[in-house]
């Protein structure tokens, strides 16, 4: 039923030294007085009544005019102390816990209204290129929050040494293409979620753009160790195709998460420089070496890198929050935890 009220179910109360607090994080939340007042708007309100109940009530318990229970009500949301819902079975009741969390950030005067972030999620087509260990924690991530649809490209199988951090693969699957077993892993953890498959190599500007015409992507996530072009392929072709993307990766224990940039904001090419035409520039003794590089990595650290990436594209995805990776990347030291934007 519309209309019902309740305290925002993210706040905890803390009285004390006179004051009511109403907490929602470790240094955000709204201080009243304690007393009466606080104490009969509580009392009124775990009932979850009508709007309209909930005005006569407190008027009759506090003895207040005509006037003032409404603007009691009023004051209490421009605070986001209280909110309207409906308690009808919803088809979202499976990502209620992500919408409390929607709303603390962006918070609503109807609950209901956070379901409008959830569909844009619900909506949205993301391409995942390299399904490795950050590929694994990220495909997680969106699948779980209720990603629409979801398409794995990647042209490796599963190895021994892929268990230590690609947490979609158990042991059966060693000699399975990565693609297939994840996306059997990730229809298990959520059947709405839509999961294609590519088992390709991507070695061109033209291979990624005939995928991009082919299944008209969203978003992109650049999580492929390589080709080192990729982020400029991408970054060539995301304003005809009207994508955004997004790049992670690491070296040993520095990740790099971001940027994420797309056809309204700057190429990437005019923020950061590519690393591509050293590459190709070398001899080939030293490429003959750098071919033989193994990158160092595990789960726990992946799941770092791969999960802020993840967030950081849901709530571009959603609107709740502008994403801190527009036009910028994290460099993420994973040996002190000290994180610098550039």
């Known amino acids: 039923m519309k209309n019902?009220?309740?305290?925002?179910?993210?706040?905890?109360?803390?009285e004390k030294n006179g004051i009511a607090d109403f907490i929602k994080t470790l240094d955000e939340g709204v201080k009243l007085p304690s007393g009466d007042i606080v104490n009969t708007v509580v009392s009124c309100l775990q009932n979850e009544p009508l709007a309209e109940e909930f005005i006569t009530e407190v008027g009759k318990k506090l003895q207040l005019n005509s006037d003032a229970p409404q603007q009691l009500l009023d004051?209490?949301?421009?605070?986001?102390?209280?909110?309207?819902?409906?308690?009808?079975?919803?088809?979202?009741?499976?990502?209620?816990?992500q919408l409390l969390l929607f709303d603390s950030i962006n918070p609503q005067q109807e609950f209901e209204n956070n379901y409008l972030a959830q569909e844009k999620l619900?909506?949205?087509?993301?391409?995942i290129l390299g399904i490795g260990g950050i590929g694994n924690f990220i495909a997680t991530a969106l699948c779980v929050a209720g990603?629409?649809?979801?398409?794995?490209?990647?042209?490796?199988?599963?190895?021994?040494?892929?268990?230590?951090?690609?947490?979609?693969?158990?042991?059966?699957?060693?000699?399975?293409?990565?693609?297939?077993?994840?996306?059997?892993?990730?229809k298990d953890l959520n059947s709405n979620?839509?999961?294609?498959?590519?088992?390709?190599?991507?070695?061109?500007?033209?291979?990624?753009?005939?995928?991009?015409?082919?299944?008209?992507?969203?978003?992109?996530?650049?999580s492929a160790d390589k080709p080192v072009d990729i982020v400029l392929w991408a970054s060539a072709l995301c304003k005809k195709y009207r994508f955004k993307y997004l790049k992670c990766g690491y070296m040993a224990y520095h990740g790099l998460i971001g940027p994420l940039l797309g056809h309204n904001t700057k190429a990437y090419e005019e923020i950061?420089?590519?690393?591509?035409?050293?590459?190709a520039l070398q001899n080939n003794l030293i490429s003959k070496q750098n071919e033989m590089y193994i990158a160092p990595s595990m789960a726990a650290t992946n799941a770092i890198l791969a999960n802020i990436a993840a967030w950081e594209l849901i709530?571009?995805?959603?609107?709740?929050?502008?994403?801190?990776?527009?036009?910028?990347?994290?460099?993420?030291?994973l040996k002190t935890m000290n994180m610098v934007f550039g």
């Open 147 to 186: 990603a629409g649809k979801i398409t794995l490209v990647d042209f490796d199988l599963v190895e021994e040494t892929n268990l230590n951090r690609q947490i979609l693969f158990s042991e059966t699957d060693i000699g399975k293409h990565k693609t297939e077993a994840a996306a059997q892993r990730l």
């Open 122 to 127: 619900s909506n949205v087509h993301i391409v």
């Open 4 to 14: 019902k009220i309740r305290i925002k179910q993210y706040l905890h109360i803390l």
């Open 75 to 97: 004051k209490l949301f421009e605070l986001k102390v209280v909110e309207l819902f409906d308690d009808s079975e919803s088809k979202w009741n499976r990502y209620s816990r």
């Open 315 to 333: 709530k571009d995805i959603t609107e709740i929050s502008p994403s801190v990776l527009t036009e910028r990347r994290i460099l993420f030291d």
């Open 272 to 279: 950061f420089t590519s690393w591509s035409n050293d590459i």
């Open 193 to 222: 979620c839509n999961i294609r498959t590519v088992n390709k190599e991507i070695n061109s500007q033209s291979e990624l753009e005939k995928l991009i015409r082919e299944y008209s992507p969203d978003y992109i996530v650049l």
